[in-house]
């Protein structure tokens, strides 16, 4: 069983920055691909980034390219998002997730951690 423990959301102003962590509790396969996601009040959980744990791949929403970057610390089992020029629209809940297989559908995903809050003010 994975456990996974996000931390480092809060409140920051526009334009700002914020990193995200996420620490697995075991060690992960190879071909797991951890993401991150964010659900918003009122509105459907979305992909936002996701890494290959093997090999270091890495795919974002269309929405945060260039501004947000996920990386991985293998040794730590942990993986990170640096946020940078955040918007007011990109307040939400942010989850980190594991997958065995896929990355891009909030379905590949079987393991979820509890969710971390980010504002962004205007």
């Known amino acids: 069983q994975v456990q996974l423990v996000e931390s480092g959301g809060g409140l920051v102003q526009a334009g700002g920055s914020l990193r995200l962590s996420c620490a697995a509790s075991?060690?992960?396969?190879?071909?797991?691909?951890m993401g991150w996601f964010r659900q918003a009040p009122g509105r459907e959980r979305e992909f936002v980034a996701a890494i290959i744990w093997s090999g270091g791949s890495t795919y974002y929403a269309d929405s945060v390219k260039g501004r947000f970057t996920i990386s991985r610390d293998v040794a730590k089992n942990t993986v990170y998002l640096q946020m940078n020029s955040l918007k007011p629209e990109d307040t939400a809940v942010y989850y980190c997730a594991g997958a065995p297989l896929g990355w891009s559908r909030v379905e590949d995903y079987d393991y979820w951690g509890q969710g971390t809050q980010v504002t962004v003010s205007s």
């Open positions: 075991v060690r992960l396969f190879r071909r797991y691909a």
